[in-house]
């Protein structure tokens, strides 16, 4: 099982790239708990838009993606999960992440389940992730987590209510938002093993298609 982080931040080292770090690990996490009786690899990729801005620059006016961005763009597609995060810009995404997304097949995260996150340095700009983010990826069609994970820069280090109005911290909102990618994870076809079901931790996902024959039926 294929999980990846998209982590769009601009300097080194990045609140954006620690907190792509912090839900892969946790989201990773949880996978393998879930597969303590049962035959559950995990890889874990984080990919680092700032490396790549200089060929998501040529792509753009090209069409050609040089080989570390098409490395990039296969891992992405080939994931069973996905984790964005990026750095809020005027308001909405930056321009780095929404240019890497432009690359990316439209049909190439089509029921890949998504993690949505952002950083910025007031918690007045959390709705980024309601506004802008969740439309861009339900264009690519794919099912994004019910909670969506936003750090402004007075959520670190902090263990008491978010800057964003949330009675939990940032730890408990990127453990809650971790388990319900790892959910859907999971619950994806051919994802299952015999130890699926049991109680893990793992909230039990039922697939969109299935509920909507059950609607059907």
Same mark, same amino acid.
């Given at each position: 099982m294929k999980l990846v982080a998209v982590s769009a931040g601009l300097s080194s080292p990045s609140s954006t790239r620690l907190l792509a770090d912090r839900l892969a690990t946790s989201a990773a996490g949880r996978l %393998?708990?879930?597969?303590?009786?049962?035959?559950?690899e995990v890889e874990v990729e984080v990919v680092e838009l700032r490396d790549l801005a200089l060929d998501i620059a040529k792509h753009l006016v090209t069409g050609f993606p040089p080989p570390a961005l098409g490395a990039a763009l296969g891992a992405v597609a080939d994931a069973d999960g996905l984790i964005a995060v990026t750095p809020v810009f005027n308001a909405s995404y930056s321009? @780095?992440?929404?240019?890497f997304f432009d690359l990316v097949d439209p049909d190439a995260l089509t029921g890949t389940p998504v993690l949505l996150a952002a950083t910025g340095g007031t918690a007045r700009h959390s709705l980024v992730l309601d506004h802008a983010l969740r =439309? @861009?990826?339900?264009?690519? %069609?794919? =099912?994004?987590?019910?909670?969506?994970?936003?750090?402004?820069?007075?959520?670190?280090g902090s263990r008491g209510p978010g800057a964003d109005g949330h009675?939990?911290? @940032?730890?408990? %909102?990127?453990?809650?938002a971790a388990g319900e990618l790892a959910? @859907?994870?999971?619950a994806r076809p051919g994802m299952r093993t015999?130890?699926?079901? %049991?109680?893990?931790?793992?909230?039990?996902v039922v697939p969109f298609e299935q509920q909507l024959a059950r609607l059907g039926g």
């Open positions: %393998r708990q879930a597969g303590a009786t049962a035959e559950i321009g @780095l992440f929404k240019s =439309p @861009l990826f339900a264009h690519l %069609r794919a =099912p994004t987590v019910p909670t969506a994970v936003y750090a402004a820069s007075e959520d670190w009675a939990d911290g @940032l730890a408990a %909102r990127i453990d809650r959910g @859907l994870m999971a015999a130890g699926a079901g %049991r109680d893990n931790g793992i909230p039990d």
